[in-house]
């Protein structure tokens, strides 16, 4: 998450491979791979529900909300 928040929407180091669309998928396969490591299924549904906000509003050329729930998420969890 820190890298899209750092480096989102298209400015991710070379090196590394990524683009929005791979960063988003890797987050979403690593909450499902750490569900029950959330302390409660509410925190992960509510992760799940930031996340995607924060995909929409990338998607939507709003890097700045899209980046704060990225942060909320980091906050929670």
């Known amino acids: 998450m820190a890298y899209v928040v750092l480096y ?3 400015d991710f180091p ?12 890797q987050i979403r396969e690593g909450f499902e791979a750490c569900r029950d490591e959330f302390s409660s299924e509410d925190i992960f549904h509510r992760a799940s529900s930031l996340l995607i906000k924060s995909e929409i509003a990338y998607g939507e050329n709003d890097a700045i909300s899209g980046a704060h729930f990225l942060q909320e ?3 929670i969890i």
């Open 8 to 10: 989102g929407p298209d």
């Open 73 to 75: 998420i980091m906050e």
């Open 14 to 25: 070379v090196r590394r491979n990524l683009n929005m669309e791979k960063s988003f998928s």
